[in-house]
């Protein structure tokens, strides 16, 4: 019994004053990050590589215009960006257990990942059908400008469209009552990874390739 109460006692000294270990971490917000550190190196080897492409090849095509294209890629941007904001309001409002301000703001949410993707695709079939711009070809001569456009925004799409159909998961379930703040943190930080993205993606794909 002595035995016991030392190791009880040695036990609770362990925790910092917050009343918990600094290192007790749930398993759903540990195995996000391990997959946002992952999904991170597979985004930095592509906008690496692609950058490298981009200084190496002395005629690489500048086709966005200003108008419409960076004005376009901006306001997808900002659908983007202020999807992240009303995620931010989720989790505040699941923080303080209102569950109808939480699905509201995730909604929010996924009206702005949605119109991201509609306003991704309506830009790409206006490079493909009138710039002919290929994954394989394009008018300019550097068939990898298409390749490695199509790659990085295209995998970046599919990250928007998994977080919209996740966003959804989540705010089902929060309406039956079964989700509780964790999860609502959890796919918090994965719609936080992909606006991120986005934000080395719009400057080193879109601008730094405006036609000036």
């Not at 362990?14 to 749930?26: F, I």
């Amino acid at each position: 019994m002595e035995f016991m109460s030392e190791t009880q006692t040695i036990a609770s000294d362990s925790l910092w004053s917050g009343g918990r270990s600094p290192y007790l971490v749930g398993s759903k917000k540990f195995g996000m990050w391990l997959f946002i550190a992952s999904d991170a190196l597979t985004f930095s080897a592509l906008l690496v590589a692609y950058t490298y492409l981009r200084i190496s090849t002395p005629d690489w095509p500048t086709p966005f215009h200003f108008s419409p294209s960076i004005i376009f890629s901006s306001v997808m941007t900002f659908c983007l960006l202020s999807s992240s904001l009303t995620m931010v309001m989720a989790v505040h409002a699941m923080h303080h257990k209102n569950r109808k301000g939480t699905i509201a703001w995730i909604l929010a949410t996924m009206v702005g990942g949605a119109l991201f993707v509609i306003l991704h695709l309506s830009e790409w079939m206006t490079l493909i059908n009138h710039e002919h711009v290929t994954p394989f070809s394009n008018e300019w001569g550097v068939p990898l400008f298409g390749a490695t456009f199509f790659a990085i925004t295209g995998l970046h799409m599919t990250h928007v469209v998994i977080g919209v159909i996740y966003l959804g998961i989540v705010c089902t379930g929060i309406a039956r009552g079964k989700f509780k703040y964790e999860d609502v943190e959890v796919c918090g930080l994965y719609w936080h990874f992909v606006d991120l993205v986005w934000m080395f993606v719009f400057p080193l794909v879109y601008l730094m390739s405006a036609k000036i």
